[in-house]
């Protein structure tokens, strides 16, 4: 049989064999398909895996014992925000006897083809994607791999019955933005993230809310369109300081940009919080040696990498997950970077 006299429909998973029949290939070419071989034309790989995607793949024999791994991809790596997530991955892993491997996506949007080739020939014991997303087809290898998946802090909506740990991102927005208002600050500028990330949208959503709240109107020019990184906290904060009426308050949307802001505010000559006061998010353990020490929103992310951890675990002992979406919560750490305005 070949691909051409495909059955309309089929009511179980598919052997290798039947797929291999489906597709006019030999069992060894879809063997290495399945198994993340990368010895396979691109066309060929390309028809099994629809075949798989469309009928399901049913292992011939008792499911292959997976490898004492955890897989671990990360949007970038670099400075605090990844190796406190390790640390939670690690807690956990080390207690189900599970070495943790780490991928880098050097701030792609997703991981690219020759990883997911990867990630089926290690036959992890699950995947954790941090502050990424899957395509579609990339979810779907895995699941017919039966290598379960869990998103932590994603960058999108995860998708129906998809499992994900976030954290309270529109609430630490607001609490950030009140505290400044309380302080009596009513010029109160914001830098975002990337305008992609489901985080970023929502600490601006918390943002305008505090605002709406406490009758303080809205000045578009005081949002900067930042990136999460060090450079973009920079590029904003001189933009926004030098305005006519510049802010007395910056709520920087992440802890590297709050040092983006600290650092234009040297290089303008103002004082925080004297001239300026900056509130960060994420509350990452070099905020509080800064001079003068962050006030920021704490984003508990060692434990929502333990707890996204601890759900792929059960997912790979084949147990239901009491709820597929968990949302931690975040605190506002006041230290001292904030003050009332001095003009």
């Known amino acids: 049989m070949t691909a051409t006299e495909e059955p309309s429909a089929t009511p179980q998973p598919l052997t290798i064999t039947q797929l291999a029949e489906l597709a006019g290939v030999s069992t060894a ?5 399945v198994n993340g071989r990368s010895e396979v034309a691109p066309e060929t790989r390309a028809l099994v895996e629809g075949l798989i995607r469309r009928h399901g793949y049913r292992r011939q024999r008792r499911r292959v014992t997976a490898s004492a791994l955890v897989e671990v991809v990360f949007h970038a790596l670099g400075g605090d925000y990844p190796i406190e997530m390790i640390k939670g991955v690690d807690q956990v892993a080390r207690e189900h006897h599970l070495a943790v ?3 880098d996506m050097q701030q792609r949007s997703g991981p690219g083809h020759g990883w997911i080739e990867g990630v089926l020939s290690r036959r992890p014991s699950g995947v954790i994607a941090v502050f990424s997303g899957l395509t579609e087809e990339q979810r779907d290898q895995l699941v017919t791999r039966d290598i379960p998946i869990v998103l932590l802090d994603p960058s999108g909506d995860p998708g129906p019955g998809v499992p994900s740990v976030g954290a309270g991102n529109w609430s630490g927005g607001l609490s950030a933005t009140r505290h400044l208002i309380d302080l009596g600050h009513r010029r109160i500028a914001v830098i975002t993230g990337p305008d992609w990330a489901l985080s970023s949208r929502a ?6 809310t505090a605002l709406d709240l406490a009758g303080v109107p809205a000045d578009p020019g005081l949002i900067g369109s930042g990136d999460f990184l060090i450079e973009g906290g920079l590029a904003q904060a001189h933009r926004l300081l030098r305005l006519p009426d510049p802010p007395t308050a910056i709520f920087a949307c992440n802890d590297g940009q709050a040092v983006g802001v600290y650092r234009a505010a040297y290089e303008l ?3 925080i919080p004297g001239d300026l006061s900056v509130v960060g998010f994420d509350d990452l353990p070099s905020v509080q040696w800064a001079v003068p020490p962050l006030t920021t929103v704490r984003q508990p992310l060692t434990e929502m990498a333990a707890t996204a951890t601890a759900m792929l675990m059960k997912l790979a002992q084949g147990e239901p997950l009491a709820q597929t979406r968990v949302e931690l919560g975040t605190e506002l750490i006041v230290r001292a970077s904030t003050a009332p305005p001095s003009r």
């Open 269 to 271: 000559g103002l004082r």
């Open 29 to 33: 070419t879809v063997s290495k398909v």
């Open 203 to 208: 600490r601006l959503d918390g943002y305008r």
């Open 101 to 103: 491997v780490i991928s």
